[in-house]
């Protein structure tokens, strides 16, 4: 997981280690650095971000020790690539869910993203997740554009034992994601995950349609699911996504297949949004909660 950004890192502090540490002797690493983090799915922005907050770390330190010098030099790329996947509003759905609860309303959560990304397993894998935890879930098909989309929900809700709110093809989209709320409301119900048509991002009917269901449906949160093995595409895809609707974080499926990682510096960054979740598996139970030092650590381990 993450090996070909790790020997990027690796690669900068060799070629750090072996100079004094001074904006002169820097500038021709850094290039390098910024090269090797774009060739990892890294985008620009992310690479100068990370680059800027390495800079005010290193430049001007005089290190005596080889090994005190390359201390510094990981400690720097950990603290710059912590800082970057910290978010200034963090998202905690378990204590929203207990607000809403308190409150006797439903948590809404309304997911976001393209076809292919894993985004309706994405949905289940919460859905055990919340289940686990003691609280019952309804789920609601807003696509009504894609054959076999209702059907590949319901799989998941048999399985699951759920119920799943659905209209037939060509249905209003954003009635769906109503009915199921008020389902919710009506049974006591804890969790309304609404799951949506996945078309391009580009696609101009689709960001009406998903417009639509969250000025009907009001979610607590838009959560956009991507596909880490995407690369640049999920990138583009989240800062869409976060332009056309508004998202509040971010799951990325397919972690554990990832060997770059650059996905998740770069969507984080790019939408100023948390990554909250992460798959790594094909199980309902293979999907985590992120930690920003866990991937910090994997990628520019300090200890």
Not at 14 to 24: A, F, M, N, R
Not at 119 to 126: P, V, Y
Request: proline share 3%; hydrophobic share 40%.
């Amino acid at each position: 997981m993450f090996e070909k950004l790790r020997k990027a890192v690796d690669g900068f502090v060799q070629k750090v280690t072996h100079k004094s540490i001074s904006e002169k002797n820097l500038d021709d690493a850094y290039s390098a650095l910024q090269i090797a983090l774009i060739e990892n799915d890294v985008a620009y922005e992310a690479t100068e971000k990370i680059n800027d907050r390495i800079k005010v770390t290193l430049e001007g330190e005089q290190i005596g020790r080889l090994q005190s010098k390359k201390n510094i030099i990981r400690e720097a790329l950990y603290q710059a690539i912590l800082e970057a996947l910290t978010p200034e509003e963090p998202v905690d759905i378990f204590a929203l869910l207990e607000e809403r609860k308190k409150a006797g309303e439903p948590l809404t959560l309304m997911f976001l993203g393209v076809n292919g990304t894993g985004k309706t397993t994405t949905i289940a894998k919460l859905t055990y997740m919340f289940q686990k935890k003691g609280y019952s879930v309804v789920l609601a098909c807003g696509d009504t554009f894609r054959a076999g989309s209702a059907e590949q929900l319901q799989t998941h809700g048999d399985r699951l034992k759920v119920r799943v709110i659905s209209r037939p093809y060509g249905s209003d989209s954003a009635s769906v994601g109503f009915d199921a709320i008020n389902h919710a409301r009506a049974r006591g119900i804890n969790v309304v995950l609404i799951d949506t048509a996945g078309r391009m991002q580009t696609d101009k009917n689709l960001m009406a349609e998903l417009k639509k269901i969250h000025r009907v449906a009001e979610p607590d949160l838009v959560i956009f699911v991507g596909d880490a093995l995407a690369g640049n595409d999920a990138i583009e895809q989240a800062k869409t996504f976060n332009e056309k609707i508004g998202i509040d974080a971010a799951i990325l499926t397919k972690v554990d297949a990832d060997t770059k990682g650059g996905a998740a510096l770069s969507v984080a960054i790019a939408t100023g949004k948390p990554i909250i979740f992460v798959g790594v598996g094909q199980e309902y139970s293979d999907l985590e909660i992120f930690d920003p030092e866990w991937f910090a650590q994997k990628i520019a381990p300090i200890n």
